[in-house]
């Protein structure tokens, strides 16, 4: 996106500009618009035309610190950008390319000028009278000045925020009058002068005591500038934050319904601790007033201090939109932190919001499931659907049926109601929760999804209290607690028969490829030590699980390793095309009875296809292998391949090589993917008949099309590993612990989902690694504690605010030691009539977590172009219908946030950036379908961290101080060149090293004596004997602790090649493949929220 061009035509000055007193108006929803030539993102940096001059293209903004970007991408063992978990690399943000964003279709140029900061504003009910006015707060940086407004809105009732905050327009309003400050007729703007300390011409300000946001202009931009000046910002230079990596406190709010009273004069500084003023941040969502910066010319002597008594005309300078003046994700964070991580999260209340994902926090199942197995998008759903249409908020929960807890949590209590089994509604077959009515003293009960009245069994009943609750209900695990497990009967098993424990089979590559990397050598290794660690019940002493093992290039080598052989037996099959299995008896063993057998046979494989030449593999037979053999078992399982290039030796699955870059951007990119042919879907379908989950691990040297080779792991509910270019020195200690964690984890298998609701909703869709054969159950031949299905609900009926809306999850499973079970999880939600309440009451991470989602499942029908409008229409008709329903009335030339959607623009401006809707010029076809799959089945949490990584300044805090360092915002403005930073994204750890680090940092942590005798792309730090050096190495730990995958180390010097891959992450920056800035990005959504209102 080039973001350096003309602005859309403005009208002139004299003329008023479009304003909303009451937003009474009749249309509102995306009509298609003039088909005039589809534009860019407006150039919100850029100036209004005739006014200034056009910056060259291609300036490209950096800190002070940096010098010139590097030209030169790395490479990576195979010709590639080395790209830690994806392969290949990604790209900086410096100027864009040629590739430009096109605009929504039906969105013509604004008549407006630039926006306004960014308000954001909890919202406020009042049924019974007009909206308030929200406190208006201008806000000027140099020197801020408050006007209050009338009448200060109450404070909401939902999460306790503080009142509503309005930013001034930077487009010359008014504040709280809604009119725009004008010039004469037809006469533009005086201009600013383009290099630091210049004055500019003077021009009058109107002798008003309410402060004056003037209008944007301003000669030639400096390179480093993006977005217009805030009020009261100098031309001077870039402005920065204090050293621009510190995160200042937040200032002390004011309390509700404060009124600012006084002379208008000019207002403390922004971080006195003595003065309590009304500050900018709201919520602590906007940041500190940024300085001048060292190596530019110091502010403008003689600014204005807007709102002091009208005095002489006095020059104003040019205006920029301050990154620190939006919403801030990491100060949403640390509050939320500081607010809600000291107290238990009790469940007991119906709709209540959780703490954020980034929050610790304990959980108290008190009758409603834990956060950790539902999130949902909104915990109080509207009573209709118009109501939801209008809104457009998707209503949805992010279900993690087989959540870890942490160890202070108890796992939820196992019910066995003996042959009996589980208690049901009778109508529609939902299971006992604490939702139930008991009627009758006690001998029925009323369901509370369909209420159906059913009768209490005589084994089940029990007296009722004076509340009319039964008197054991809190003995009773389904009485009093959200989630929970019963014992199923034989009726709930296969062919009405217990199941015997499940197996696991390695199918190991041992074509020339594999055996020349040494993969072969080093999985047989581990796989010796590892087969002590399988999943275990309990406190079972072994595992039940049986083993089996495979070797494959273009036939199959099967083992017999039955204990009382003295040596492993090969069989080989090489008809791959009609696949069966050639011995039953001794393939799937038990670890510990058949240890010597098994240990032989891991010694022998690397020496028996040492000197192999058969470079050709096949694929699908090898899956087929698997499933035959545990059908032949008759029991569910695992299987664990390991392979590294495309399948082209003739047999069923055979593939070729399709890769074309030329596809991006047109309408036939969607085939890319789309598997190649319709084979593997057939072949998931009967693993999941059978209970068999495929785990994938790729080594590629080239495209091997993960779109088609991950079709059976995603539709089994098995994970797909990739390790691009596979060295062993370099990527053994990513691939083995990914393995170690793979082979341990808790699995439940041959599992069926089926998710209930009460009368007025239904589930309507699912997302995720599954099958469905039909519209309500999702099949799972395997499902671990990492994996999630998303549910999205629609109305089929009213609802009723009384009663609230209810879920219920029960997955059908066998556990690791072939018990059959049922886990429930049940969530009690509010219901509204005000939209107020809606948006009072939603989850920004489960949303972009489902938009994510619904955008990566729409890429396989849909040009992308086409998904990204979607999701961008569908963001601004969201906070267009809270601007005209809930705002307090304010000018047009604001934006107005609701305060728990505030992050929405930014998160969702990282997924439009993502590598599947924007790949940069180094990303390969095999990158974006791996990224895709992996997205499919992800938590809330992992995609928080996905989208907006973590950037952690690891020189602040004192050595000592071993707590985990505070985050930065994810931009360049945020590095210093003299500090180190760590930058995680639950995929890739980098360590970005500053070009003026002290000696003695590097020293200690490097332990060479100077920054250029660091090695770029080092992965590993030396271990050595200083509390920086454990410091860090501790963090790194702790952080790759907290994800599902093992997150390889890069190092990255500043000014190295490597840097444009690290910079791809910086998300709040331009992108090298054209995505916008977060600052752009905010401006464009405006723009689109003006056009829906107006």
């Given at each position: 996106?080039?973001?350096?061009?003309s602005a859309?035509?403005?009208?002139?000055?004299?003329?008023?500009?479009?304003?909303?007193?009451?937003?009474?108006?009749?249309s509102?929803?995306?009509q298609?618009?003039?088909?005039?030539?589809?534009?860019?993102?407006?150039?919100?940096?850029?100036?209004?035309?005739?006014?200034?001059?056009?910056?060259?293209?291609?300036?490209?903004?950096?800190?002070?610190?940096?010098?010139a970007?590097?030209?030169?991408?790395?490479?990576?063992?195979?010709?590639?950008?080395?790209?830690?978990?994806f392969?290949?690399?990604?790209?900086q943000?410096?100027?864009?390319?040629?590739?430009?964003?096109q605009?929504?279709?039906?969105?013509?140029?604004?008549?407006?000028?630039?926006?306004?900061?960014?308000?954001?504003?909890?919202a406020?009910?009042?049924?019974?009278?007009?909206?308030?006015?929200?406190?208006?707060?201008?806000?000027?940086?140099?020197?801020?000045?408050?006007?209050?407004?009338?009448?200060?809105?109450?404070?909401?009732?939902?999460?306790?925020?503080?009142?509503?905050?309005?930013?001034?327009s930077?487009?010359?309003?008014?504040?709280?009058?809604?009119?725009?400050?004008?010039?004469?007729?037809?006469?533009?703007?005086?201009?600013?002068?383009?290099?630091p300390g210049?004055?500019?011409?003077?021009?009058?300000v109107?002798p008003q005591a309410?402060?004056f946001t003037?209008?944007?202009?301003?000669?030639p931009?400096?390179?480093?500038?993006?977005g217009?000046?805030?009020?009261?910002?100098?031309?001077?230079?870039?402005?920065?934050?204090q050293?621009?990596?510190?995160?200042?406190?937040?200032?002390?709010?004011?309390?509700?319904?404060?009124?600012?009273?006084?002379?208008?004069g000019?207002?403390?500084?922004?971080?006195?601790?003595?003065?309590?003023g009304?500050?900018?941040?709201q919520?602590?969502?906007?940041?500190?007033?940024r300085?001048?910066?060292?190596?530019?010319g110091?502010?403008?002597?003689?600014?204005?201090?807007?709102?002091?008594?009208?005095?002489?005309?006095?020059?104003?300078?040019?205006?920029?939109?301050?990154?620190?003046?939006?919403?801030?994700?990491?100060?949403?964070?640390?509050?939320?932190?500081?607010n809600?991580?000291s107290?238990?999260?009790?469940?007991?209340?119906?709709?209540?919001?959780p703490?954020?994902?980034?929050?610790?926090f304990?959980?108290?199942?008190q009758?409603?499931?834990?956060?950790?197995?539902?999130?949902?998008?909104?915990?109080?759903?509207?009573?209709?659907?118009?109501?939801?249409k209008?809104?457009?908020?998707?209503?949805?929960a992010?279900?993690?049926?087989?959540?870890?807890?942490?160890?202070?949590?108890?796992?939820?209590?196992?019910?066995?109601?003996?042959?009996?089994?589980?208690?049901?509604c009778?109508?529609?077959?939902?299971?006992?929760c604490?939702?139930?009515?008991?009627?009758?003293?006690?001998?029925?009960?009323?369901?509370?999804?369909?209420?159906?009245?059913?009768?209490?069994?005589?084994?089940?009943f029990?007296?009722?209290?004076h509340?009319?609750?039964?008197?054991?209900?809190?003995?009773?695990?389904?009485l009093?607690?959200?989630?929970?497990?019963?014992?199923?009967?034989?009726?709930?098993?296969?062919?009405n028969?217990?199941?015997?424990?499940p197996?696991?089979?390695?199918?190991?590559?041992?074509?020339?490829?594999?055996v020349?990397?040494?993969?072969?050598?080093?999985l047989?290794?581990e796989l010796?030590?590892?087969?002590?660690?399988?999943?275990?019940?309990?406190?079972?002493?072994?595992?039940?699980?049986?083993?089996?093992?495979?070797?494959?290039?273009k036939?199959?080598?099967?083992?017999?390793?039955?204990?009382?052989?003295?040596?492993?037996?090969?069989?080989?099959?090489?008809?791959?095309g009609?696949?069966f299995?050639?011995?039953?008896?001794?393939?799937?063993?038990?670890?510990?009875?058949?240890?010597?057998?098994?240990t032989?046979?891991?010694?022998?494989?690397?020496?028996?296809?040492?000197?192999?030449r058969?470079?050709?593999?096949?694929?699908?037979?090898?899956i087929?292998?698997?499933?035959?053999?545990?059908?032949?078992?008759?029991?569910?399982?695992?299987?664990?391949?390991f392979?590294?290039?495309?399948?082209?030796?003739?047999?069923?699955?055979?593939?070729?090589?399709r890769?074309d870059?030329k596809?991006?951007?047109?309408?036939k990119?969607?085939?890319?993917?789309?598997p190649?042919s319709g084979a593997?879907?057939?072949?998931?379908?009967?693993?999941?008949?059978q209970?068999?989950?495929?785990?994938?691990?790729l080594?590629?040297?080239?495209?091997?099309?993960?779109?088609?080779?991950?079709?059976?792991?995603?539709?089994?509910?098995?994970?797909?590993?990739?390790?691009?270019?596979?060295?062993v020195?370099?990527?053994?200690?990513?691939?083995?612990?990914?393995?170690?964690?793979?082979v341990?984890?808790?699995?439940?298998?041959?599992?069926?989902?089926?998710?209930?609701?009460?009368?007025?909703i239904?589930?309507?869709?699912?997302?995720?690694?599954?099958y469905?054969?039909?519209t309500?159950?999702?099949e799972?031949?395997?499902?671990?504690?990492?994996?999630?299905?998303t549910?999205?609900?629609?109305?089929?009926?009213?609802?009723?605010?009384?009663?609230?809306?209810?879920?219920?999850?029960?997955?059908?499973?066998?556990?690791?030691?072939?018990?059959?079970?049922?886990?429930i999880?049940?969530l009690?939600?509010?219901c509204?009539?005000?939209?107020?309440?809606?948006?009072?009451?939603?989850?920004?991470?489960?949303?972009i977590?489902?938009?994510?989602?619904?955008?990566?499942?729409?890429?396989?029908s849909?040009?992308?172009?086409?998904?990204?409008?979607?999701?961008?229409?569908?963001?601004?008709?969201?906070?267009?219908?809270?601007?005209?329903?809930?705002?307090?009335?304010?000018?047009?030339?604001?934006?107005?946030?609701?305060?728990?959607?505030?992050l929405?623009?930014?998160?969702?401006?990282?997924?439009?950036?993502?590598?599947?809707?924007?790949?940069?010029?180094?990303?390969?076809?095999?990158?974006?379908?791996?990224?895709?799959?992996l997205?499919?089945?992800?938590?809330?949490?992992?995609t928080?961290?996905f989208?907006?990584?973590?950037?952690?300044?690891?020189?602040?805090?004192?050595?000592?101080?071993?707590?985990?360092?505070?985050?930065?915002?994810?931009?360049?403005?945020?590095?210093?060149?003299?500090?180190?930073?760590?930058l995680?994204?639950?995929?890739?750890?980098?360590?970005?090293?500053?070009?003026?680090?002290?000696?003695?940092?590097?020293?200690?942590?490097?332990?060479v004596?100077?920054?250029?005798?660091?090695?770029?792309?080092?992965?590993?730090?030396?271990?050595?004997d200083?509390?920086?050096?454990?410091?860090v190495?501790?963090l790194?730990?702790?952080?790759?602790?907290q994800?599902?995958?093992?997150?390889?180390?890069?190092?990255?010097?500043?000014?190295?090649?490597?840097?444009m891959?690290?910079k791809?992450?910086?998300?709040?920056?331009?992108?090298?493949?054209?995505?916008?800035?977060?600052?752009?990005?905010?401006?464009?959504?405006?723009?689109?929220?003006?056009?829906?209102?107006s």
């Open positions: 996106m080039n973001v350096n061009q859309p035509p403005v009208p002139p000055f004299g003329q008023p500009q479009p304003i909303y007193p009451g937003y009474h108006q009749s509102y929803g995306g298609p618009g003039s088909t005039a030539a589809p534009t860019p993102y407006g150039a919100y940096n850029g100036p209004v035309p005739g006014y200034q001059q056009t910056p060259p293209p291609g300036v490209s903004r950096a800190p002070a610190s940096s010098g970007p590097p030209t030169s991408t790395a490479q990576g063992p195979c010709g590639q950008t080395a790209y830690g978990q392969g290949q690399g990604d790209v943000n410096g100027p864009s390319s040629g590739v430009q964003m605009r929504l279709p039906g969105s013509q140029p604004l008549a407006s000028a630039p926006l306004a900061p960014v308000v954001s504003q909890p406020v009910l009042q049924p019974y009278g007009p909206p308030p006015t929200s406190a208006q707060v201008t806000a000027q940086l140099a020197g801020m000045q408050i006007s209050g407004a009338a009448a200060p809105a109450p404070a909401p009732s939902g999460l306790g925020y503080g009142p509503p905050t309005s930013l001034a930077a487009s010359g309003s008014f504040p709280n009058s809604g009119l725009y400050g004008s010039y004469p007729q037809g006469q533009a703007p005086p201009l600013g002068q383009g290099h210049a004055q500019p011409p003077p021009r009058s109107p309410s402060s003037p209008s944007v202009s301003g000669g931009r400096m390179p480093s500038m993006t217009p000046l805030l009020p009261g910002q100098s031309f001077g230079g870039p402005p920065v934050s050293p621009n990596h510190v995160s200042s406190p937040p200032p002390q709010a004011l309390p509700p319904g404060t009124q600012m009273t006084g002379p208008p000019p207002p403390p500084p922004m971080h006195s601790a003595q003065q309590p009304y500050q900018l941040q919520n602590g969502s906007f940041g500190p007033a300085g001048p910066q060292s190596n530019y110091s502010p403008y002597p003689g600014a204005a201090t807007f709102g002091s008594q009208p005095g002489p005309p006095q020059p104003l300078p040019p205006k920029r939109l301050d990154p620190d003046a939006i919403p801030s994700p990491i100060q949403v964070i640390e509050d939320d932190r500081n809600r991580g107290e238990p999260f009790v469940t007991g209340l119906r709709g209540q919001v703490p954020l994902v980034t929050t610790n304990l959980v108290k199942d009758g409603n499931a834990s956060p950790r197995y539902i999130r949902c998008t909104s915990y109080n759903i509207p009573c209709t659907s118009d109501m939801a209008q809104a457009q908020v998707p209503l949805a992010v279900i993690k049926p087989l959540a870890r807890l942490p160890p202070e949590e108890a796992s939820p209590y196992v019910v066995d109601h003996g042959e009996s089994g589980p208690l049901r009778n109508r529609c077959k939902a299971y006992m604490p939702f139930m009515q008991f009627v009758e003293g006690g001998r029925r009960f009323q369901c509370c999804f369909c209420s159906c009245i059913n009768d209490v069994p005589p084994q089940y029990q007296h009722l209290d509340t009319g609750k039964r008197v054991d209900a809190y003995d009773r695990p389904e009093s607690l959200g989630s929970y497990e019963f014992l199923a009967t034989v009726d709930y098993c296969k062919n028969k217990f199941p015997v424990p197996a696991f089979i390695f199918m190991i590559d041992v074509s020339y490829n594999a020349r990397s040494g993969l072969v050598r080093l047989c290794e010796k030590s590892l087969l002590d660690f399988l999943p275990r019940e309990g406190g079972a002493e072994e595992s039940a699980i049986r083993v089996g093992f495979v070797t494959y290039n036939v199959l080598h099967f083992y017999n390793v039955k204990s009382s052989l003295a040596q492993p037996q090969m069989m080989v099959v090489s008809d791959v009609d696949m299995v050639p011995l039953l008896d001794g393939f799937l063993v038990n670890v510990n009875e058949s240890r010597a057998v098994i032989s046979l891991l010694d022998q494989i690397p020496e028996m296809f040492a000197d192999t058969e470079t050709e593999t096949v694929f699908a037979p090898v087929q292998a698997g499933m035959e053999a545990l059908k032949a078992a008759e029991c569910a399982g695992k299987l664990f391949l392979h590294t290039s495309l399948p082209i030796a003739e047999a069923p699955g055979k593939l070729k090589n890769d870059r596809l991006i951007n047109t309408d990119e969607k085939t890319l993917f789309q190649q593997y879907q057939t072949l998931a379908k009967e693993c999941v008949a209970g068999c989950c495929v785990d994938l691990f080594f590629p040297n080239q495209y091997v099309d993960v779109a088609t080779l991950s079709v059976v792991p995603q539709l089994t509910g098995g994970s797909v590993y990739k390790y691009a270019c596979f060295q020195e370099n990527d053994q200690e990513r691939f083995l612990s990914d393995l170690r964690r793979d341990q984890k808790v699995v439940g298998f041959d599992a069926v989902m089926r998710v209930r609701t009460s009368t007025g239904r589930a309507v869709d699912f997302f995720g690694a599954f469905m054969s039909n309500t159950d999702v799972l031949a395997g499902l671990d504690g990492d994996k999630t299905v549910v999205e609900f629609k109305h089929d009926d009213r609802l009723n605010e009384e009663n609230g809306a209810l879920l219920q999850c029960a997955l059908l499973y066998t556990s690791c030691a072939g018990q059959r079970r049922l886990r999880h049940n009690a939600l509010n509204c009539t005000q939209l107020a309440d809606l948006y009072r009451n939603c989850e920004t991470d489960t949303l977590n489902y938009m994510a989602k619904f955008a990566y499942r729409g890429v396989l849909s040009p992308v172009k086409t998904v990204r409008d979607t999701l961008i229409t569908q963001c601004a008709q969201i906070l267009a219908c809270y601007r005209k329903n809930c705002a307090s009335p304010s000018s047009a030339g604001q934006l107005i946030l609701p305060e728990c959607m505030k929405l623009p930014v998160y969702l401006n990282c997924v439009l950036k993502s590598e599947v809707l924007q790949p940069g010029a180094e990303v390969t076809t095999d990158d974006r379908a791996y990224v895709r799959q997205v499919t089945s992800m938590d809330v949490a992992e928080n961290v989208f907006y990584p973590r950037l952690l300044p690891l020189t602040k805090s004192p050595i000592e101080n071993t707590t985990e360092p505070p985050a930065v915002r994810a931009s360049e403005e945020r590095l210093s060149n003299g500090d180190i930073y760590l995680e994204n639950g995929l890739n750890l980098f360590l970005w090293v500053g070009a003026s680090v002290q000696q003695g940092v590097v020293q200690s942590l490097f332990g004596s100077s920054f250029s005798q660091i090695t770029s792309g080092l992965s590993v730090l030396p271990v050595l200083n509390l920086l050096s454990k410091k190495r501790g790194i730990d702790s952080l790759r602790a994800r599902s995958r093992y997150m390889k180390l890069i190092v990255v010097k500043q000014e190295d090649k490597l840097e891959l690290f791809h992450f910086l998300v709040e920056d331009k992108s090298l493949s054209g995505g916008a800035s977060y600052v752009d990005f905010l401006c464009h959504m405006h723009k689109e929220i003006r056009q829906l209102l």
